[in-house]
């Protein structure tokens, strides 16, 4: 009980100091063969203005797709709409799912994977911030249409028996620890590769990974795990398996991207991921935040 308190007034005072992305100029899209795509919830609309402008800023060009909930109020979609004009809304409930399952934001990578099937695609989250002064190894990917994804503790991908030996020797009991354990006993295991990354950021290149290969994993740890496989955390599995397996796949850099821990070095980082259990630590996503606002704000030359 303490603990959601604190959470919660620690959120009140992150949106009242970065409020003034609110006041910050409209970002028109630029139309590119590359689509940046972020689920958006009715509570989370200012982070995703500030996150996404300051992402947006850096690589300065792709179409925009927001994926909200049907019941999403007209006055948020206008305020997003205003800020990023010529943004299109993609509804999550209308996102055909297929054999695989719904919920646990297995609809975002399912949209990614037909995504990409046309163009480079972007999946960033709306906890998420570029600050830094560039973004060069993401451009580098989008320009030689690589995959990539956010280290989630990992440094490097391995094929997948070398994986679920590494899992076996980790003594945790989520469910994407289950699922790595058995990554041996995957069909062609030899020849496919498996990295612990983060969907909080994730470059899918342009028909790197189809969905014929994500049908195929879901129904793999469905048939696993019955009676786990809709537990949190499977979709970031999947996205890290068709980052892995799409051709030239690679981790970004760290700690230049990272997912944020306190008390870790962040000097040289220019792109970070406040998971949840740290979000609101030390005010740092605020204070960075507020810098990327004054940025979006100073007149143009």
């Known amino acids: ?28 899209v630029v139309h590119a063969p590359l689509v940046f795509v972020s689920m958006v919830s009715n509570s989370d609309v200012q982070m995703y203005l500030l996150s996404m402008k300051a992402c947006y800023q850096r690589i300065g060009r792709g179409r925009i797709v927001a994926i909200i909930d049907r019941d999403m109020p007209a006055a948020s979609r206008d305020l997003i709409s205003r800020h990023f004009p010529g943004i299109d809304f993609q509804i999550l409930e ?6 695989c399952q719904r919920g646990g934001t297995w ?29 060069s190894e993401v451009q580098d990917c989008i320009r030689e249409n690589r995959s990539f994804t956010l280290s989630g ?36 295991a030899a020849n496919l590769r498996c ?21 195929e994993f879901h129904e793999v740890i469905k048939g696993w795990f019955p009676d786990r ?15 892995s397996n799409a051709p030239g796949g690679i981790v970004l850099p760290f700690p230049k991207y ?34 990327v606002i004054a940025e979006l704000r100073a007149p143009r030359p």
């Open 258 to 291: 990272a997912n944020y821990v306190p008390h870790d070095d962040t000097s040289t980082s220019s792109f970070l991921h406040f998971i949840g259990t740290y979000r609101y630590d030390n005010d740092f996503f605020a204070n960075a935040g507020k810098r």
């Open 195 to 215: 990295v612990r990354g983060s969907s909080g950021f994730a470059g899918f290149a342009k028909g790197g990974f189809n969905l014929g290969q994500l049908e």
């Open 153 to 188: 503790g990992e440094r490097d991908m391995v094929d997948m028996p070398e994986a679920a030996v590494r899992a076996r020797k980790i003594d945790h009991p989520h469910v994407t620890m289950a699922i790595e354990s058995r990554f041996d006993e995957y069909p062609n």
């Open 94 to 99: 209308d996102i055909k799912v297929g054999p």
């Open 107 to 135: 609809e975002r990578v399912i949209y990614m994977v037909k995504r990409s099937h046309d163009e480079y695609a972007i999946q960033i989250d709306c906890d998420t911030l570029a600050f830094g002064p560039d973004l």
């Open 229 to 243: 496989y809709k537990e949190w955390g499977t979709e970031q599995i999947a996205s890290n398996f068709a980052i």
């Open 1 to 28: 009980m303490f603990y959601k308190f604190r959470k919660s007034l620690a959120a009140k005072k992150f949106y009242r100091l970065t409020r003034e992305i609110l006041d910050s100029p409209p970002m028109p």
